[in-house]
T-cell receptor, first 116, second 111 residues
C-alpha cells in the first residue's frame, strides 16, 4: 500500500512553454501533498505544501505565480511550471501524507524536467 | 546550524558488512523519525518509521533513536550491492506539516 505515482516521468520542453506534472495517491487518500525539487547530488528542497480544497502554502523564495499548484481531490495534486526557463530544469518529486495517518510521507518516482 | 545534520559520505563498504548511518538534530521537540532510501533518479522510499526513543527492527534494517543525545541511526546488516543508494533521515514534531531532512548519505556496497 501507500503508492504514489507521478506523470510524466520525464519531459523536455522549449523555453517559454508551460508544463503540468500530476501526482496521484493510488491506494490511499491524501489530505496533504508536498512538492519538492532536487538538484543533482543534493537533498530535497520543499517547494510547497498543498491541502485538498485550499490554496497551497509556498516556501520562502518559491514563486507561486510560476509554480502553480492545484490539489483538486484527495488523490490528485498538480504542479504547473509556467513559462519555463532552462534554470527550471530539475527533478521534481511529490509526496503525500495519508488522511488520518501520522507524519510519514510517501513519495512519487519523480519527474525530470529539461527546458531547452 | 541546520536542524538536521547528516554526513554526506560517500561511504563504501564490502558486501556483507554492517553499515551504520547516522543523523543528529537540534530540535528537542522532534518525536517522529524516518529513514528513506533513494536510488539514483528515483523518488525516496520509506524504509523505517519510529516514534520517540528506542529501537525498531525490520529484516536487515534496525533504526535506533536516542532522544537524550538527539541522535538517530540506521543499521544495515549483511549489506548487499542492491543497498547501494542515498539514505535520507527525516524527522518532525507533533503538529508540524513538514519533514526536516538530512542531506543524505551516499552508500556503495561493493560486491
Amino acid at each position: 500500500g501507500a503508492v504514489v505515482s507521478q506523470h510524466p516521468s520525464w519531459v523536455i520542453c522549449k523555453s517559454g512553454t508551460s508544463v503540468k506534472i500530476e501526482c496521484r495517491s493510488l491506494d490511499f487518500q491524501a489530505t496533504t501533498m508536498f512538492w519538492y525539487r532536487q538538484f543533482p547530488k543534493q537533498s530535497l528542497m520543499l517547494m510547497a505544501t498543498s491541502n485538498e480544497g485550499s490554496k497551497a502554502t509556498y516556501e520562502q523564495g518559491v514563486e507561486k505565480d510560476k509554480f502553480l499548484i492545484n490539489h483538486a481531490s484527495l488523490t490528485l495534486s498538480t504542479l504547473t511550471v509556467t513559462s519555463a526557463h532552462p534554470e527550471d530544469s530539475s527533478f521534481y518529486i511529490c509526496s503525500a501524507r495519508r488522511s488520518g495517518g501520522l507524519y510519514e510521507q510517501f513519495f512519487g518516482p519523480g519527474t525530470r524536467l529539461t527546458v531547452l | 546550524q541546520k536542524e538536521v545534520e547528516q554526513d554526506p559520505g560517500p561511504l563504501s563498504v564490502p558486501e556483507g558488512a554492517i553499515v551504520s548511518l547516522n543523523c543528529t538534530y537540534s530540535n528537542s521537540a522532534f518525536q517522529y523519525f524516518m529513514w528513506y532510501r533513494q536510488y539514483s533518479r528515483k523518488g525516496p522510499e520509506l524504509l523505517m518509521y519510529t516514534y520517540s526513543s528506542g529501537n525498531k527492527e525490520d529484516g536487515r534494517f534496525t533504526a535506533q533513536v536516542d532522544k537524550s543525545s538527539k541522535y538517530i541511526s540506521l543499521f544495515i546488516r549483511d549489506s548487499q550491492p542492491s543497498d547501494s543508494a542515498t539514505y535520507l533521515c527525516a524527522m518532525t514534531q507533533t503538529g508540524a506539516n513538514n519533514l526536516f531532512f538530512g542531506t543524505g548519505t551516499r552508500l556503495t556496497v561493493i560486491p
